[in-house]
């Protein structure tokens, strides 16, 4: 006949199936045994409600999305409670997952997906808590106040979260590809470039070595034309020397000649020596 209502719920007394009190506050009570009389307790302390549901929702631009959200709520009148809803807080959190969807893909349906996942998605739960408090204070009130309502994740369904991540795999793949052929190019501009300079180094040096050598052999040219003018019998058989050198320069080196009457050996012969010689003592 004693029964003690903890301070985190509601004691209902039950005479013969009707509601007879509803208890809120803490502490010992008393009643009728039964079959007379009953008790029964609801939780009143701020209940969560999570969603359940993968059912996609279409946005404004038909887009199939999945949300998840969740409800914060509480029983605030037993009595309504228990005629309206139910007697304990399944059926309530049964029937308010059902509006809350219902409110969800209502608002859902007007806005876009850019908008979900922008600063208007604030708006957008402020306008689903205003329709489930209208449904659930409407002409048969639940007994129930809802305290805030949340969305913790807004996506595509599967399908389409595969064929975004495939356009962005392949937006990716252009980029890259984009940047190494400009990085390609790029190297071979600069490798064309060094090429050109490298050539045009070279052509310089070449230039400037024939113009030295040029000069050189100019210089030579003179000096021997001075020097061979001065003693011509000394420039013939000093240019004698000089074939006969460039054509035996190697050991392996035969010359069929005929030496009496050749005169490539006419030096050797003595008579162009002795005239050398001579010119030379002069």
């Known amino acids: 006949m ?22 809120t506050e803490p502490g010992l009570n008393f009643k009728l045994p039964p079959p007379f009389q009953n008790v029964s307790y609801i939780d009143k302390r701020l209940l969560t ?13 038909k887009q199939r999305v999945v949300i998840d959200w969740y409800v914060r709520w509480r ?3 037993p009595s309504e409670y228990i005629r309206n809803v139910g007697l304990d807080e399944n059926a309530g959190a049964m ?27 604030e708006a957008l739960m402020t306008d689903v808590k205003r ?15 809802v305290v805030d309502v949340r969305i913790t994740r807004v996506d595509y369904v599967e399908a389409i979260t595969e064929s975004v991540y495939r356009r962005m795999e392949a937006e990716r793949k252009r980029v890259a ?29 070449y230039r400037d070595a024939q113009k030295v050598k040029g000069e050189g052999d100019a210089e ?22 000089e074939a006969y050198k460039a054509s035996f320069n190697k050991k392996g080196d035969v ?18 020596a002795g005239d050398a010689q001579s010119g030379h003592r002069k």
């Open 2 to 23: 004693a029964f003690v209502v903890d301070q985190r719920q509601f004691g209902v007394v039950y005479a013969l199936g009707q509601i007879k009190e509803v208890i």
């Open 131 to 145: 329709e489930v408090l209208e449904s659930v204070r409407g002409a048969k009130p639940w007994g129930v106040d």
């Open 220 to 241: 030579a040219a003179r000096t021997y034309a001075e020097a061979f003018g001065r003693d011509p019998q000394f420039a013939k058989f000093y240019r004698s020397l």
């Open 75 to 77: 029983i605030t009148d």
């Open 95 to 121: 029937q308010l997952n059902r509006v809350v969807r219902n409110a969800f893909q209502e608002e859902i349906n007007k806005r876009t997906v850019k908008e979900l996942l922008s600063l208007k998605r």
């Open 177 to 205: 590809n984009e940047l190494r052929s400009t990085g390609a190019a790029e190297g071979e501009k600069i490798r064309a470039d060094a090429d050109r300079q490298r050539e045009i180094a070279i052509a310089n040096a």
């Open 49 to 61: 409600l999570d969603s359940s549901d993968t059912e996609p929702m279409l946005t404004a631009e």
């Open 255 to 272: 010359m069929v000649l005929d030496p009496a009457s050749s005169d490539f050996f006419k030096t050797l012969r003595g008579t162009g």
